[in-house]
C-alpha cells in the first residue's frame, strides 16, 4: 500500500512540453529500456519517460546513468549518491536534489543528508562523503582548486566521474522537463523530514541490493570512446556506456539542430570554465542575432539548456515548436545540448586524481 501511494505520487509529477509513452504501451528498445528500469527501480520513473519520445536517448540516458551509479563495483553507493546530490545542488535542481537526498536518508543517515540537500557539505560528518561532496560540487569549476584535487583513488575515477556526467545531463534535463519538486511542496521541515525517512526504508532495496555492471550497454550499438572521455577507460562498462550514449546523443543533434547552431553551441561550450551567466538572457541573444529565425529558437533552446537550464521557460519552448512542433525534436535538440555541457565538465577529469582522505 505505501509503496504503491508514493509510486503513484512520483509518475503523476507530470512531464513538461513532450508526451511519455506510457509503461503498458512500451515496445521495441523503448520496452527493453522501461523493463530494466522497473526491475531496478521498482517503478519507471519520470526521467526515463520524459525521454520516451525517442527511445535511443532514453537507452542513452539510462545507460549514462546506470552504470557509473548502480553497480558498486569500486565505489560504494552513499559515496556515488553524495556526489549526485552535490552536483545537484550545484545545478540548481531542487528534483534531483530531492531525489538523491533521499537515498542519502538510508545510506549515510539523516544528518548528512540535509547537509548536502542544504548546499552544506562542508558540515557533512563523514570525511570520505564530506571530500567527496565537495569535490563533486565544484567538478564543473575546472579552475578551482577544490575540482582538481580528486579526493579518491584511479581505480574510483571511472563511477565518480561518470555520476558526475550523468548528473551534469540529467539535471539539465529535468530543470527543462519535469516540475521542480520531487516531494509534495507543502510540507513543513518537520514533515519533510518524516516523509523522506519513510521513503529512505521503502527505497532500501533499490539501493541496496547489487547490480550487475554492464546490464544495459547492449541497448545500443557499440561506439569508440572519445579522448575526452578518458576518464571512462579503467571500468569497461562505464566505457562502453560512455561511448555508446555520446554517439545517440550526437546522432539527436545532427537530426535536430543544423550545423550552424550546433556551432554556435560548440563554440560558447568551448571558452565555458563552468560560470554561471546569471539572470540575463543578453549573452544568449548576442549569439543567435545572426541567425535565421527558425535557428535563433533553436539555438536559444540549446545555448539555455547547456548554460542556463533553469532559464528555459514556456516561452523558450512555444518559439522552437513554431518552427519544430514535434516531441521528438524538442527532445533531441535539448538531449543533444545538455549531453554536450556534460562532456565538457567530463573532459575536464581525465587528469591523474589524489588518494581518500582517511
Known amino acids: ?52 519520445a525517442v527511445p535511443e536517448l532514453a537507452a542513452a540516458y539510462w545507460m549514462l546513468m546506470r ?31 530531492e531525489m538523491h537526498s533521499v537515498g542519502m536518508y538510508d545510506l549515510a543517515g539523516e ?9 552544506r557539505a562542508v558540515e557533512v560528518d563523514d570525511p570520505r562523503l564530506r571530500a567527496l561532496a565537495l569535490w563533486a560540487r565544484h567538478a564543473a569549476l575546472p579552475d578551482d582548486p577544490a575540482a582538481t584535487a580528486a579526493p579518491f583513488a584511479a581505480t574510483e575515477r571511472a563511477e565518480l566521474v561518470g555520476t558526475v556526467v550523468g548528473l551534469h545531463y540529467l539535471t539539465r534535463m529535468v530543470n527543462v522537463f519535469l516540475s521542480s519538486f520531487l516531494l509534495p511542496p507543502g510540507l513543513g521541515p518537520t514533515a519533510r523530514r518524516r516523509f523522506k ?13 547489487p547490480r550487475v555492471p554492464g546490464r544495459a550497454v547492449d541497448l545500443l550499438p557499440p561506439a569508440a570512446l572519445p ?6 577507460a579503467a571500468s569497461p562498462t562505464v566505457a562502453a556506456a560512455t561511448a555508446r550514449a555520446y554517439a545517440a546523443f550526437e546522432d539527436a543533434g545532427q537530426r535536430a539542430l543544423s550545423p550552424q547552431v550546433r556551432a554556435v ?48 521557460d514556456e516561452d523558450v519552448v512555444e518559439e522552437f515548436r ?36 582517511q
Not at 551509479?69 to 535542481?93: F, W
Not at 579522448?227 to 571512462?232: E, G, P, S, T, V
Open 111 to 119: 544528518h548528512d543528508a540535509e547537509q548536502l540537500a542544504a548546499d
Open 322 to 357: 513554431r518552427y519544430f512542433p514535434d516531441d521528438a525534436t524538442l527532445l533531441r535538440a535539448a538531449s543533444w545540448a545538455a549531453y554536450r555541457a556534460a562532456r565538457a565538465v567530463g573532459g575536464w577529469h581525465n587528469a591523474a586524481v589524489g588518494s581518500i582522505p
Open 197 to 209: 525517512r519513510g521513503v529512505g526504508r521503502v527505497l532500501r532495496p533499490t539501493l541496496r541490493n
Open 67 to 97: 552504470e557509473p551509479l548502480l553497480p558498486t563495483v569500486d565505489v560504494d553507493r552513499a559515496a556515488k549518491e553524495a556526489v549526485a546530490t552535490a552536483v545537484s545542488v550545484a545545478n540548481i535542481c531542487p528534483y534531483c536534489v
Open 265 to 312: 553551441v560548440e563554440v560558447r561550450l568551448a571558452r565555458w570554465r563552468g560560470e554561471e551567466t546569471g539572470l540575463s538572457r543578453a549573452w544568449c541573444e548576442r549569439l543567435v542575432a545572426d541567425l535565421s529565425a527558425a535557428d535563433q529558437a533553436a539555438a536559444r533552446l540549446a545555448l539555455l539548456t547547456a548554460l542556463a537550464s533553469y532559464q528555459v
Open 1 to 52: 500500500m505505501v509503496v504503491g501511494r508514493i509510486a503513484s505520487s512520483v509518475i503523476q509529477r507530470q512531464v513538461r512540453y513532450v508526451t511519455p509513452v506510457p509503461v503498458a504501451a512500451a515496445s521495441g528498445l523503448l520496452g527493453q529500456v522501461y523493463g530494466q528500469v522497473l526491475d531496478e527501480m521498482g517503478l519507471v520513473v519520470p526521467p526515463v519517460q520524459l525521454h520516451s
Open 227 to 232: 579522448a575526452d572521455a578518458a576518464w571512462a
